[in-house]
């Protein structure tokens, strides 16, 4: 029985809970308070950190060709309105007649209706016909007497 007594006397007993001081809380409170905030973080008032963004090299590419110019001794007929719109028609080819308008930006002549997939000559007469109107419109009417039913 001793030799359980001596055995038991030898084991470590478990510590009580030391309870805490008013100082030690206040030490752990202030511990817990947080960091100063981040520059990322609302309310950071220091300097504002460089930037380490990777700068990309923009892409070259080849400068294209220019476009070759229209050739102009496929041109017919021209006809310019009073506004000064140009519009052409083109010699006969394997499609047909092409109607052709002049760019004033690129000073070239570019298709503007292409033989086949439109009818031009149907194009061509409208246009024709408009042109006709526009020119008689401006043309100033004469005075005249006019006819009395006797």
Known sequence: MEAARAAEASKPKPKKRKRRTKAEMEAARAAETPPEPQW???????????????????????????????????????????GGAKYARTVETKNGRHILTWSSMTKDWSILYDARYNDTDHHWAFHLRLKDSLEERDTPKKKGRKRVKK
């Open 40 to 82: 990322w973080e609302q309310g950071y008032t220091g300097p504002r950190p460089t930037s380490t963004k990777v700068v990309r090299k923009p892409r070259s590419y080849p400068k294209p060709e220019p476009k070759p110019k229209f050739d102009t001794s496929l041109i017919d007929e021209i006809s310019v309105l009073k």
